[in-house]
């Protein structure tokens, strides 16, 4: 195959076989996949769901997976995670969907969700993430808060489409109020009509910050359950310790959007980009990816929480932070995460 590929490559000299594709359709072109956005429905203020019409050899997901999705801003592919809302097995249909929320500093979402139109060309890579509905026929407890209801409104699609669960569900989500509840009127239609499914909405702007410990009031048995919890890391290490002190860590499942970083002062340096020829003096509370970018460095990245090891670059001098642990690590050769490292002292890399 890689001999076919090399023969096609010298035929078609200058342009590569890819580039003769793109001008067929660029949907068919390049490794990974295209595809086109096929509508875009608003959720929420600031946030909407975006369907792809993707190409019949994109694998099947799993519900609770992610997929990273590249999309060119201003002459730049940009790329970033976002967990797929589709019920698992819908690919034949060749429709996935995602849904964004716009944050403050998030590039790629504000694109998604103002000014991204249907039949724009997007990139996709195939679905990953650990984060999944379980096999076994159990009891199940959602926690979804924010934009934390979209992995779990994918493994709720699939059971909806399954005809139900086995066992009962009880899905707690939370959000500032009710008109902020991402997919607020579908989950309180399938409460209606599904006797498996509970659904308790937690308006933090009422009733204040939800607290793990109240499951003990909403769902005493949430021992003998399996739990799915998706949203801010508060939430997150509430229930990791919760769980962990109740000697049950096998039967909890998180998912983080966010990893923590240290903000640590007094480190930082110049980092020198050797392939771009590019220097920057940085803070040690930057990631050497943000640096990248913030100097104009096309920088590979994909989930920037630590996770895809999409963004690692060699290092070719100096020592980084890593900004989850604090520690201070590298010698020249080692490949780093740009996402959760940041310079400890001046360094080299090599990008
Ligand atoms: S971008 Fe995913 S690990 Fe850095």
Redesign the pocket.
Known sequence: MNQLARLAAQLTTPLLPHDYLTLVDPVLAGSGFRARIRSIQPETVGSCSVEFEVPKSFPSHTAGQYLRLGVDIAGVRH?R?YSITTPQGSTSRRVLSITVKETSNGLMSGHLVRNARAGDLVFLEPAAGEFVLSQEPTELIFLAFGSGITPIMSMIRTLAARGGSPAPVLLIVGARTEDEVIFGEELAALADNEPWLDLVLWESAARGRFDVARLDQLAPNWRDAQTYVSGPSAILDQAVDLWAAAGLTEQLFVERFVTPLAHVDGAGGEVRFSRAGKSTAVDGSTTL?DAGEAAGILM?????????????VPLKSGQVRDMRTGEVHGEPGDII????NAAACDIEIDV
């Open positions: 790329w995670s990816l590979p990245n994909g989930c920037r929480m630590g996770i895809c090891h999409t963004c690692v995460q740009t996402c959760v």
